[in-house]
């Protein structure tokens, strides 16, 4: 199997992003026109994480979002389903073993997290929680490691809120995505998968109901380019 298939198995999920690792963070930015590192710096504005406090940031990868919050002076902790990522953050961190320059790398499905209850001031997630084969499973699990009063960021592919340039980014994701992946050398069945997974993600209204479902309130969304992606907070109730 050269990807993963809609219905997430996580070990073919895993698989995919091991074999993607090494330039996903240059596809990243190049695909997104590195739009990718101003979504970074909105997460970090709705995170608002300072001194003191600790995130947990799912998805992680290989720890580029995390760095976001360590450069406020919060500790953070990567967490990634995929051994690869993993490794590939540790090792540009400079690291060692599964701790990359004082952020703790763990190994870890959302769905099942290896963490205490209401262990963290704070949660996010950016581009990865529709990777997870039960989302809202997920969203209850982050409610558990997350402290009362704490809040919960996710950052995910949207709708684009503009119909006449809807058309247009819906060719690109479909056609020029995994292309740009092959050019730069990733795996662009890869893409492929991750640009079926946006087009039939939920909305931003659907996903707020899902989030407040899990148990999350006072949950509110931002578009940011067009609605390409959206940003969406909810705080555990206290």
């Known amino acids: 199997m050269t990807r993963a298939q809609l219905d997430k198995q996580p070990d073919e999920v895993a698989a995919m992003f091991d074999r993607t690792a090494r330039r996903y963070d240059l596809v990243n930015d190049v695909a997104s ?3 990718v590192r101003l979504w970074r710096k909105a997460v970090a504005a709705a995170v608002d994480a300072g001194p ?3 995130v947990l940031d799912l998805g992680a990868g290989t720890g580029t ?3 976001s919050f360590t450069a406020l002076g919060a ?3 990567a967490s990634d389903f995929s051994l ?3 490794r590939t953050g540790v090792r540009r961190h400079g690291g060692n073993s599964l701790t990359g320059a004082g952020i703790p790398f763990v190994a870890g499905d959302a769905m099942r997290l290896p963490f205490a209850d209401d262990a963290f001031d704070a949660v996010t997630i950016s581009v990865a929680l529709r990777n997870v084969q039960d989302t809202g499973l997920a969203l209850r699990e982050m409610l558990r490691v997350t402290r009362p009063g704490g809040r919960l960021v996710i950052l995910e592919f949207s ?5 006449p340039f809807d058309l247009v980014y819906r060719e690109y ?4 995505l995994p292309k740009v992946a092959k050019v730069f050398g990733s795996n662009d069945d890869s893409y492929d998968y991750l640009a079926e997974s946006i ?3 939920p909305d931003q209204p659907t996903l707020a109901r899902t989030i407040l479902d899990a148990g999350w309130e006072r949950v509110a969304w931002r578009n940011l380019s067009l609605g390409i992606v959206a940003v969406h907070r909810g705080f555990k109730p206290a």
Request: glycine share 8%; proline share 0%.
């Open 173 to 176: 994701l479909m056609k020029a």
């Open 84 to 86: 690869g990522m993993l």
């Open 159 to 163: 709708h684009v809120t503009f119909a």
């Open 75 to 77: 500790r953070a902790i």
């Open 33 to 35: 026109l590195w739009q």
């Open 199 to 201: 087009r039939d993600w």
């Open 52 to 54: 003191g406090e600790v």
């Open 65 to 67: 979002s995390t760095d």
